[in-house]
């Protein structure tokens, strides 16, 4: 398996742009959970999913962000209009059991608006 | 209030030094994953631990459940050990949204040849 496949590595736009963030997780695993990383506030869990419907997006940091699971092998973050403090690291990771074990992380998209 | 607290932040060692990286939470938990992300960004999950030790190589982890304590230890230290190590606990209750690791803020290590 090629683990969990996050695009694009990196992203630049412009403020008020829509930016769309992709993953694909491992097959067989049931759990998907989009993450943000900054330097000030570390790791944050923005959302997550159990077989594609979302369970608690009580981490989305306001209406500007939406995530999607279509099917078990695709979903996207996107942020409408984008702002700078948008600009984080976006880490993507699935698990078969939702954290127990088999946690396993994309490698992330670098968000940069400017 | 940091539910999860590591350290040290910032650690740098001599190549070949033994390395113990400390990790104390406050939350009874059903488990504990240390996590390395490399200076390119990826994450990567190294142990999960839910009792006892666990030993991959020259990596080991322990955790002691009583006291809500875990040591990442790194033996014979190379340089291609550097990168930020971050201790992430899974609540028993499964933290405020029912699936939520907490993180520790990571430590950087940077191991020097």
């Known amino acids: 398996d090629a683990g969990v496949i996050q695009s694009p590595r990196h992203e630049v736009t412009e403020m008020g742009q829509e930016v769309t963030l992709r993953c694909k997780p491992i097959s067989g695993h049931d759990y998907l959970f989009w993450y943000r990383q900054t330097m000030m506030r570390g790791l944050e869990l923005l959302i997550y999913?159990?077989?594609?419907?979302?369970?608690?997006d009580s981490g989305m940091p306001e209406d500007r962000f939406s995530a999607k699971m279509p099917n078990a092998s695709f979903s996207t973050l996107k942020i409408q209009p984008s702002e700078p403090r948008d600009s984080a690291v976006y880490f993507c990771?699935?698990?078969?059991?939702?954290?127990?074990?088999?946690?396993?992380f994309g490698s992330g998209t670098r968000l940069t608006v400017v | 209030k940091n539910e999860v607290e590591q350290s040290p932040q910032n650690l740098t060692a001599q190549e070949g030094e033994f390395i113990t990286i400390n990790c104390s939470y406050s939350?009874?938990?059903?488990?504990l994953h240390w996590l390395q992300q490399h200076p390119g960004g990826g994450i990567v999950s190294l142990f999960m631990l839910s009792s006892g030790k666990k030993k991959h190589g020259r990596l080991i982890a322990t955790i002691n459940i009583q006291e809500k304590h875990s040591s990442l230890h790194i033996t014979a230290s190379h340089p291609r050990d550097s990168a930020v190590y971050i201790c992430?606990?899974?609540?028993?209750?499964?933290?405020?949204?029912?699936?939520?690791?907490?993180f520790g803020t990571g430590t950087s290590l940077t191991v020097i040849p």
């Open positions: 992430a606990v899974l609540p028993r209750n499964g933290g405020d949204t029912g699936n939520q690791f907490y």
């Open positions: 939350v009874g938990i059903s488990a």
């Open positions: 999913f159990n077989n594609n419907v979302p369970i608690d």
């Open positions: 990771a699935s698990s078969p059991t939702g954290g127990s074990y088999g946690y396993t």
